[in-house]
């Protein structure tokens, strides 16, 4: 079942951040069929969520709740007020990020490594700076390895000059010695460059069948990361 990767009082809020796994079934907002898709949004965060057309890019969506749904728009970041509207990303390799806010705010991204190479991470992040907020909790779902992620020398470059870190830091080689790209790597030198640390949660999606893999098994399904900050009245001891 469903993967708790935050589950944090911070302040007057509580911050959830869930990734699905393929016994929770396909959450591509457009390959479900709209009632199953809402009912299985609903059995993990308690309502719909505001979901995105992501095109592996760095522009940011801003939630409200006139979002339309199954997808709001266009984007690969999405950002939520506090107790707003569950937020979401869809993956099958590509690193599902959430970042909460020290006064609640909610921003999710995808990064697969053309969002690294375009510098998606900044965007995430300068979106919570432009909430005149600050990033207080960083978690990365599940996300390729490099066991499983085969690369080109040039593609490496690319990634490494949009994560701001040389290619050696992200360069290492698959299970059968071949170049790969190590996406966690890269996800963690975009945010350390920002300050900003964070815990990858969930292991390699190409390694077990527990989530939906497009590299190792070339699978139309998708999982999802899903995150959302709850109002949280604090008790005196």
Sequence with gaps: MAVDLL???????RLRAVATERIDGDMHPTRVEPDVLAARQRALAGSRWTMVDQVHGRDVYSSSAADAWPL????????????????????????PIVLF??????????AGWRGLAAGVIDAAVDAVID???SVAVAVVGPIVHPCCYRFTDDDIGLVASGVHCAPAAITALTTDGQLALDAPAAVRAALATRGIAAAVIGGCTGCTDRWFSHRARIEPGRHAVVAWAE???RVSP
């Excluded at 589950?7 to 809020?13: H, K, Q």
């Excluded at 806010?101 to 995808?110: E, F, R, S």
Aim: hydrophobic share 45%.
């Design 7 to 13: 589950d944090r009082v911070e302040g007057s809020f």
């Design 72 to 95: 709001a728009g266009v984007a690969d970041v999405i950002v939520s007020e506090p107790t707003g509207r569950p937020v979401a990303i869809w993956a099958a390799d590509c690193a």
């Design 101 to 110: 806010g020290a006064t609640g705010l909610v921003v999710v991204a995808h």
């Design 131 to 133: 909430a005149r907020d």
């Design 231 to 233: 109002s949280h009245d």
